[in-house]
C-alpha cells in the first residue's frame, strides 16, 4: 500500500496546492481525480496506482478522508502573537490586522489582486504577514526584499495545520483593517481597504469547500 498522509499537518502548501487545482479540473471524472491524489500524496505514479487492486485503491481513499474535512484543523481561539517553527526557523504572526505596516498592506494588496485563483498565493500573502525571529526570540522587521525567499520556504514547507487557522482568523480580523489603513495611509480608499476583506474571504470560501 503506498504511504499516505494521515493528518493535515503532513499537507504542505505546496501539496495543497496541487490537491485544489487536481479538484478543479473539470477533465478529470471523479475516478480520475481519486487517481491523481493518491499520485500526488504518495509520489507514485499515475499508472503505479491504477495497476493497484481496487480493494488497496479503497484502502487508500480511506486513509486520507481527512481531506474532505477542513474543520479537523484545529482553530485560533486567541489574538495573541503566534509563534511557530518550521524545520528549525521559528517564526512569528501578529494577527491584529492594524499593526500592519505601510510596506506589509501595499504587497499584501499586490498579492491578493495579481492572480485570478486566490489559493495560488496563499504562501505570497503569509510570508507578507509572517516574521522570522531571530534567535527564536526578536521578530525581523518586514524587509519585501526578503519576501520571495520566505514566500519559497512557506509554499515547500509550511502545514496546512499552521497556514489554515492564520488565513481563517486573519480573515476574521480583517474588518479592523480599513480603519487602521485609512488612519496610516491617507491616500487609500475605502473601497481598496473592503477589497482585501473580500478576496481574503474568497480564499477561505474555495478551500472550505474542498
Known amino acids: 500500500m503506498p504511504k499516505l498522509p494521515t493528518s493535515w499537518k503532513e499537507i504542505s502548501l505546496k501539496t495543497y496546492c496541487g490537491f485544489e487545482k487536481i479538484i478543479n479540473d473539470k477533465s478529470l471524472d471523479?475516478?480520475?481525480k481519486d487517481v491523481e491524489i493518491i499520485s500526488l500524496l504518495?509520489?507514485?505514479s499515475r499508472s503505479e496506482i491504477l495497476a493497484l487492486p481496487l480493494k488497496t485503491l479503497h484502502e487508500c481513499l480511506d486513509k486520507i478522508s481527512f481531506l474532505n474535512n477542513l474543520d479537523l484543523i484545529r482553530p485560533?481561539?486567541?489574538s495573541k502573537h503566534l509563534r511557530f517553527c518550521i524545520k528549525g526557523k521559528w517564526f512569528k504572526i501578529n494577527l491584529n490586522a492594524s499593526d500592519l505596516s505601510g510596506g506589509q498592506y501595499i504587497d499584501l494588496m499586490t498579492f491578493l489582486k495579481e492572480n485570478e485563483n486566490p489559493t495560488a498565493n496563499i504562501h505570497n500573502v503569509l510570508a507578507v504577514i509572517v516574521a522570522p525571529l531571530k534567535w527564536g526570540l526578536i521578530p525581523i522587521k518586514y524587509d519585501g526584499k526578503d519576501h520571495s525567499e520566505r514566500a519559497a520556504f512557506l509554499y515547500e514547507n509550511m502545514s496546512m495545520s499552521i497556514a489554515y487557522p492564520i488565513l481563517v482568523f486573519f480573515c476574521n480580523l480583517s474588518q479592523h483593517l480599513t480603519v487602521a489603513m485609512q488612519d496610516y495611509l491617507k491616500?487609500?480608499?475605502t473601497k481598496k481597504m473592503n477589497?482585501?476583506?473580500t478576496e481574503m474571504m474568497d480564499i477561505m470560501s474555495v478551500?472550505?469547500?474542498l
Open 30 to 32: 471523479n475516478h480520475g
Open 76 to 78: 485560533l481561539k486567541s
Open 42 to 44: 504518495s509520489g507514485i
Open 207 to 209: 478551500t472550505a469547500g
Open 187 to 189: 491616500t487609500e480608499t
Open 195 to 197: 477589497q482585501i476583506q
